[in-house]
């Protein structure tokens, strides 16, 4: 996930266009482009079975924040500023994050904090891992209805953790967005890296069940490469780690890592496994960020990436140092996405979300950075290896920029928005058919993003983030077998 900001400073950069080979046919039925009216904002029967979305206020303070479904109820909880349970402030960018059992009608909750530049760490700074980068994770415990809520500190010293994904282990893999570093110039905001005092751009593992005070100094899994991770999700039956790229102004890649020892077993990731990435077969660099047709499935196979991580040398630009991965994949023909993000195991296929993968519509600006189009989502098929486009974007009024991603008890996929002026949490059916689940209705702040949507292993109960400096988390539950959620 790229904060909105980005946009301000940075200009895509051009590159040729290749012609791809169509190596798979169409799936027959299924999610077509013409089904989805310019202009529409849901287009499945009936809202996805829940029918309109309208004003629902609050129940922490009866304030209208979000549009949702009638019958279904939520509350807020845990804004930026407030004391965790640690007597730590609570930091600001909530973003992605998973929730895992933790009793009879309780939940733990790992969230991210996209927080970026030479800062200063928040907590102590015994624990953290570079004592001036200012993300991290906190961990909360709730009830079913965020009634009642403790937080604390579970991960510090990090920097632009963005996403990441929960482990079958308990644990959380929480993903730095860069590659900041004392070892690279700046980034787009100008920042002084030589503050900074450790590399960045790394996984890093969050036990779930490390209560206030007891998380320790994390140390990165730097085989699994150092490029502008988004988000993780494992494999149970292979344990091989997915991995997506959010390199907004360039090409991104769609990577896997296979750990030396396999952590199903092990019950950790270990650092010093091998890392691939994605290339359609036959086709060099296949450029599936445009010129696709919903439904098209292509072979795929994985190639090597021989230096998933290294120390630059002076005067090394951050530009040059994010690509360094990607552009060796991309030697040996790995394929072309645009901004991925989001990503989801289920039922052995990967789901994974472009965020401006696609064409431009018709009469539409594109957006700014990598990729012209509002949206893609894929899935990879694990056992066929295989990679099919689920469903594209035909207009930002149907889907604009989604980017986090889970999927639903019923096998629906629920995207997060990432808009320029408004954002939804947007579903979508396994029929492919979109629909609106949740609107952003804070005043002044529509145009805030949507981040780490997860329920809860029982189903009950949705949490997702407002991202923003001024972030917040929700807690939301009512009807769901109602619909296609």
């Known amino acids: 996930m790229t904060m909105i900001d980005r946009r301000a400073f940075l ?12 190596l798979g046919g169409p799936l027959q039925g299924l999610f077509a482009r013409g089904a989805l009216a310019v202009g529409s904002t849901g287009v499945a029967p009936n809202n996805g079975g829940y029918g309109p979305i309208g004003p629902v206020p609050d129940m922490t303070d009866d304030v209208v924040r979000l549009h949702l479904p009638e019958g279904f109820e939520y509350r807020s909880f845990t804004p930026t500023g407030t004391l965790m349970s640690d007597g730590v402030i609570t930091p600001g960018r909530h973003d992605g994050m998973a929730a895992f059992s933790s009793g009879p009608s309780r939940y733990r909750l ?49 920097q ?28 787009f905001t100008g920042a002084d890296n030589k503050l900074l005092t450790q590399r960045h751009g790394y996984v890093f593992e969050v036990p779930v069940d490390w209560g206030p005070g007891q998380h320790e100094k994390l140390v990165p899994i730097r ?16 344990g091989i780690l997915y991995q997506t790229e959010d390199n907004f102004d360039f090409p991104s890649g769609f990577y896997r890592y296979i750990a030396p020892q396999n952590p199903m077993q092990v019950r950790e990731l270990r650092d010093g496994g091998k890392l691939e990435m994605l290339k359609v077969k036959g086709v060099q660099n296949a450029e599936l960020d445009h ?49 991925l993000e989001g990503i989801f195991f289920d039922s052995g296929k990967i789901y994974l979300v472009s965020t401006q993968g ?45 980017d986090n991603l889970c999927i639903s008890p019923q096998k629906s996929s629920l995207l997060c928005e990432d808009g320029a002026t408004e954002n939804y949490l947007r579903g979508v059916t396994p029929d492919g058919e979109i629909f609106d689940f949740a609107l952003n209705a804070i005043e002044r702040r529509m145009g805030e993003e949507f981040a780490g949507a997860t329920f809860t292993p029982d189903g009950k109960v949705l949490f997702v983030n407002i991202q923003a400096s001024s972030g917040l988390t929700f807690a939301i539950w009512g009807p769901w077998k109602k619909g296609a959620l």
């Not at 996403?163 to 070892?183: F, H």
């Open 110 to 158: 790992v969230r991210n904090h996209e927080v970026n530049g030479p800062v200063g760490a928040f907590g102590a700074n015994s624990k953290a891992y570079d004592q001036m980068a200012g993300g991290g994770t906190t961990t909360l415990e709730v009830n079913r209805h965020a009634a009642k809520v403790e937080s604390w500190v579970s991960c510090n010293g990090t």
């Open 358 to 402: 696609g064409d431009t519509p018709a009469g539409e600006p594109p957006p700014a950075g990598y990729g012209d189009g509002f949206g893609q989502l894929w899935v990879y098929d694990t056992a066929e290896e295989t990679i099919t486009l689920l469903f594209e974007s035909p207009s930002r009024t149907v889907l604009e920029l989604p």
């Open 11 to 22: 200009r895509r950069t051009g590159m040729s266009t290749a012609a791809l080979a169509a």
């Open 160 to 187: 632009m953790n963005c996403a990441g994904g929960g482990t079958p282990w308990r644990t959380w893999l929480t993903c730095e967005e860069t590659v900041n570093g004392p070892d690279v110039g700046p980034d």
């Open 223 to 238: 085989s699994a490469g150092r490029f502008a991770h988004e988000a993780v999700d494992i494999d149970p039956r292979s």
């Open 291 to 339: 010129g696709q047709t919903p439904g098209v499935t292509y072979d795929v196979e994985w190639v090597t990436i021989d230096q998933p991580d290294t120390t630059f040398a002076p005067g090394t630009t951050n530009n040059q140092a994010i690509v360094f991965v990607g552009d060796q994949g991309r030697a040996k023909g790995a394929a072309i996405f645009s901004r």
